[in-house]
């Protein structure tokens, strides 16, 4: 079986999609599946080695239009003899995906996001995913077209997929795979006074950080490190000199592996305030560490995902900071509840699933 995979980012580039799509090509490798990865870069190049294994094709980021083109002819020379072509944005893989107009490979998209609604909100947009869809019926002609271009669609939450089969008509077959849950040994966490906050990933609107730096002023005792990057950090550190907390917010560049651990450690509580979060894998990721995890309450997660999880309305500075408060106030007892191991998940059970549905398209 031969798969392609069409990302729009990939390591060393930082994001979800990213080890996704790695994690992903090595376990299929391990199949016995032959893997190409088409994604954007900085500099373009022809087929380079991923680790020996797989094929990576590398296609320069320029103007979206020439871009996509670029990507088109990309996706048409490495995957016209592929079985599957799996992509992993609706846009910046999918409409290059339409023109390249591929015969052979079944089309599979990944929906972990949502591009209309993410621009909606890069554009200064403050609803959240579910409001989105019932105050802006219009917007979704163009996306309803082009998830019907597609043979099967993958969701990562159950969810997104109810929220699609309501507002989205004729969808294509389609399931949910759930991401693979991390694999660590959670740790007793002790408050620290100040109380630590930690927000970790992506510097973007709907993450809500505006609003939290905003609540931090309402909150003199506690100290929050935002670790991550994106196009909304520097306005972001400016807003925090403006507010007069720049003593008590630090900005931190992205971690990862024994840096990250330490991180977690290292804090009382990660905040995730964000307008909506499909499937946020750093709530995972912190929960598996032990370090309690204050969430919004428009999330993807399964009540077994929540576990030992707070969730809340996180929509404005009065709530963030009343749920701060709530959470310093029962701290050694949702501590305790964090200890508690999650449910198992491995990377060999998510890529057996994928293997599953290639097979039976």
């Excluded at 299929?28 to 870069?41: I, K, M, P, S, W």
């Excluded at 003899?81 to 591929?102: E, I, K, M, N, T």
């Excluded at 972990?112 to 621009?119: H, I, S, T, V």
Aim: proline share 5%.
């Amino acid at each position: 079986m031969k798969i392609l995979l069409a990302t729009g980012i990939y390591p060393p580039d930082i994001g979800g999609p990213a080890t996704y799509v790695r994690n992903l090509a090595e376990g299929l490798v391990r199949e016995g599946v032959q893997v190409t990865v088409v994604t954007y870069a900085q500099e373009p190049g022809d087929r380079s080695q991923g680790s020996g294994a797989w094929d990576i094709v590398h296609v320069r980021k320029g103007m979206p239009i020439l871009r996509w083109v670029q990507f088109a002819r990309a996706l048409k020379k490495h995957g016209k003899d592929a079985d599957v072509v799996y992509a992993f944005s609706s846009v910046s893989c999918g409409v290059p995906l339409l023109f390249a107009r591929l015969k052979k490979p079944k089309k599979v998209l990944r929906l972990g996001g949502d591009f209309l609604w993410e621009r909606f909100t890069d554009r200064g947009g403050m609803l959240s995913l579910r409001a989105y869809y019932t105050q802006h019926p219009r917007l979704r002609r163009f996306m309803q077209r082009l998830l019907k271009s597609f043979d099967h669609l993958v969701f990562s939450t159950r969810f997104q997929q109810e929220l699609y089969k309501e507002h989205y008509t004729g969808l294509p077959r389609n399931s949910v795979i759930e991401n693979a849950l991390p694999n660590a040994v959670p740790e007793h966490h002790q408050v620290h006074q100040p109380l630590r906050l930690l927000f970790l990933g992506r510097l973007v609107r709907f993450k809500n950080l505006e609003l939290l730096l905003q609540a931090m002023v309402r909150l003199p005792l506690v100290r929050l490190t935002i670790v991550g990057s994106g196009p909304e950090g520097k306005r972001l550190q400016s807003l925090s000199e403006e507010l007069h907390i720049e003593s008590r917010v630090f900005f931190v560049a992205p971690t990862h592996g024994q840096e990250k651990t330490q991180i977690f450690t290292g804090h009382d509580l990660l905040v995730l305030p964000s307008l909506t979060e499909i499937s946020p894998h750093t709530a995972l990721e912190a929960r598996a560490a032990g370090l309690p995890v204050l969430l919004t309450q428009e999330t993807g997660l399964s009540e077994a995902l929540r576990s030992g999880m707070v969730c809340a309305d996180l929509s404005g500075v009065e709530q963030i900071v009343a749920a701060v408060a709530n959470v310093r106030s029962s701290y050694q007892a949702i501590a305790q509840e964090c200890v508690a191991s999650l449910e198992e998940r491995p990377w060999s059970q998510v890529v057996h699933e994928h293997v599953e549905l290639f097979s039976s398209l």
